[in-house]
């Protein structure tokens, strides 16, 4: 299938501003969902920008009309306007699917998470897992893309490493290789004319907590000092949010706090190095 006419949903957020770019520079006809056209500042030809919002199917109408493949990002990371991950992780998306059913659209793409199916007991990737299901069933050929992370969420590195240490739980050996936007979008405009159903991608560097751990204080130029920590703190942590937050506040917390104990390594793809990411954003 040569597929000409793509629509991408979630094309403000981080990684949706780079498929964007990279499906412009390889000359597609591309159009994006925008909840507020005003906000965004962009003029290039070969790009419509359409005006919707996915929770509300009613202003989804026709929106698919003349497409041949659907790239969905959407997703959230923090709950917000009163919005829960199954509104808009599922609800939103499954939406946009039964859009483009009607719409003859030939290809469904979604970003999911890399071990989602092991993690159906955290709320973000309930609604993710339960969305892949109702995609699988809809009759579209599609792809799911399970990134294992993006350099934007190593920010709790960062953080930490500002203020002179990092605390890990568990020895810091586990290890994980998370990708630059830049780089996965180039995989997921690639998916548009693959056969594959499902892709597990991850940066081109696999390094342990600890090390990733290191470059966050070597970018702020602090001296080498991890704390390991005993993983019943990790547990009576999780029971705490769990029981005492609300799944608004807790949902990213639960899911940074799990995966910290989980080997998150995935294929390697991609150029861009997570040290030149932390450099750069310790300089800033």
């Not at 390889?26 to 500042?41: C, P």
């Not at 920008?49 to 929770?55: D, P, R, S, Y």
Request: aromatic share 8%; hydrophobic share 40%; charged share 30%.
């Amino acid at each position: 299938m040569e597929a000409k006419k793509i629509l991408v949903a979630g094309a403000t957020g981080y990684l949706g501003k780079f498929i964007t770019q990279e499906l412009l520079e390889r000359d597609y006809e591309t159009k994006i969902i925008v909840r507020n056209k005003n906000k965004l500042k962009l003029t290039t030809p070969n790009l419509v920008i359409l005006e919707a919002e996915v929770t509300k199917p009613e202003t989804l109408k026709h929106i698919c009309k003349d497409v041949d493949v659907v790239i969905s990002t959407i997703g959230i990371t923090r709950q917000k306007d009163g919005l829960t991950y199954m509104d808009v992780d599922y609800k939103a998306n499954a939406n946009l699917i039964d859009e483009a059913k009607k719409n003859g659209v030939k290809k469904f793409i979604y970003i999911s998470v890399l071990n989602g199916e092991k993690l159906r007991h955290l709320k973000i990737c309930e609604a993710k897992e339960k969305l892949g299901d109702y995609l699988k069933s809809s009759g579209l050929d599609y792809c799911i893309i399970r990134p294992n992370g993006f350099f934007s969420d190593m920010g709790d590195f960062l953080k930490m490493a500002k203020s002179g240490k990092v605390y890990l739980f568990g020895d810091g050996k586990l290890r994980l290789n998370p990708i630059h936007g830049k780089d996965l979008a180039k995989e997921v405009v690639n998916a548009i004319n693959q056969e594959k159903k499902e892709i597990n991608i991850g940066g081109p560097d696999l390094l342990s907590q600890n090390e990733i751990a290191e470059l966050a204080l070597k970018a702020y130029g602090k001296a080498i000092k991890i704390v390991h920590l005993p993983d019943w703190i990790r547990k009576f942590a999780l029971w705490s949010i769990r029981k005492f937050t609300s799944s608004k506040a807790y949902g990213p917390i639960e899911f940074f706090m799990t995966t910290m104990v989980m080997n998150m390594e995935a294929p390697q793809f991609g150029q861009e190095k997570l040290e030149d990411f932390f450099n750069e954003e310790a300089k800033k």
